[in-house]
C-alpha cells in the first residue's frame, strides 16, 4: 500500500517525540502532527528536576531539544491539527485542517489540558489575571498579590516560582493537607508562600482585570472575599480525546484512552502513548510509551520490531 506516511503521530509532546525518533529509526516514514507549536504542558514548567540525565532543566529548553532530535526523524507538522480519522480497508485517512493523508498506523499522543474551575468570572476574565501557567504570566505580577490553586506538585512549583520573581503568593486548597512532594511543600513553607486550607474558589472577581476572590471554606461554609491581582489555576488536567472518541475508541472512566502494555487501543492500527493514556503522567513515563507505541506500530505496516 502507498501510503504518505507509514505513521502518523498526533500531538508532539514528549510521548510524540519520543515515537517520531523510534519510528525513524526503524526505518519507516512518520510525521508529527500538532495544532500548536508542540512541547504540550512541559513547556509551561519552570525547572524540571526529575527527568534522568538532568538536575535541573527548563521546561521549554527540554522540549526544545527533544523536537530537535525528532526532526531528524520524521516530519513536523505544527499548526496542522487533526480533525478525524477515517478508518480503510487497509490504514486511515487522516484529515488535518490543511489536507487529508493516507497512512498505515496512527499514534494519539494529544496530551491533557489544564482543568478549569469552571466558576463565574473565570472565562471573561481569563487572559486579565486569570492564568494557568505561571512561568507564562507570572512575571506581569511581580509584587502583586497572586493566589494558586490547587495542592499537587505542579501548583506547589508554581506557587515557589512566583514566590522567587517577587509575588505575594496565597495557595488556596481544598483540603487540609498538600498531595504535593513534601519536599516541596517545605521549600514554599522556608520562602514564606502562605496557604489557605479547606478553602474552594466561588467567583473570581474583577471588572477588566482580577481585583479578588469569593472563596468558600469547606467545613464551616464561611464565605470571605480576600483581594488579588492574579489568580493561577492549577487542579490537574483534562484528556485531549475528543479525536480519539470520534472513532470509537475504548475510554476509562476518567476519559483517558485504555491501552494494553503494547500501547494498543481497541482499534487495530491506532496505538496511543503519554499523559493521553493517564496514570502517573510524567514526561520519562511519556517517553518510554512513545516508544513502545512506535514499535509495535510497525506490526500493521509490515515491519517487524527490531528489539523483539
Known sequence: MDYDYDIA?????????????????????????????GGGLATEADDIENYPGFKKIKGPELMERMKEHASQYAEMKFLEE???????????????????????????????????????????????????????DGP???????????????????????????????VIHRRDELRAEKVLEEEAKSKGVKFIWNSVVEEIIGNEMVSGLRI????????????FNAVFVSIGEEPNNEIAKKIG??????????????????????????????????????????ATAALAALEVIGKRNPFS
Open 216 to 227: 468558600r471554606n469547606v467545613k464551616t461554609g464561611e464565605i470571605n472575599e480576600l483581594e
Open 9 to 37: 503521530i498526533i500531538g508532539a509532546g514528549a510521548a510524540g517525540y519520543a515515537a517520531a525518533i523510534y519510528a525513524g529509526r526503524s526505518g519507516v516514514k512518520a510525521a508529527v502532527f500538532d495544532k500548536g507549536m
Open 140 to 170: 506581569f505580577f511581580v509584587g502583586k498579590k497572586v493566589a494558586v490553586i490547587g495542592g499537587g506538585n505542579t501548583a506547589i512549583s508554581e506557587a515557589i516560582y512566583l514566590k522567587d520573581i517577587g509575588c505575594d503568593v496565597t
Open 249 to 290: 475508541i475504548e475510554l476509562d472512566e476518567h476519559g483517558y484512552i485504555k491501552v494494553d502494555r503494547m500501547q494498543r487501543t481497541n482499534v487495530r492500527g491506532i496505538y496511543a502513548a503519554g499523559d493521553i493514556t493517564g496514570g502517573i503522567r510524567q514526561l520519562v513515563t511519556a517517553c518510554g510509551e512513545g
Open 82 to 136: 487533526v480533525k478525524e480519522i477515517v478508518k480503510m480497508n487497509n490504514g486511515f485517512e487522516l484529515k488535518t485542517s490543511n489536507r487529508s493523508y493516507r497512512v498505515g498506523a496512527i499514534i494519539i499522543a494529544t496530551g491533557t489540558e489544564h482543568r478549569k474551575l469552571n466558576v463565574k468570572g473565570e472565562k471573561e476574565l481569563q487572559g486579565r489575571g486569570v492564568s494557568y501557567c505561571a512561568t507564562c
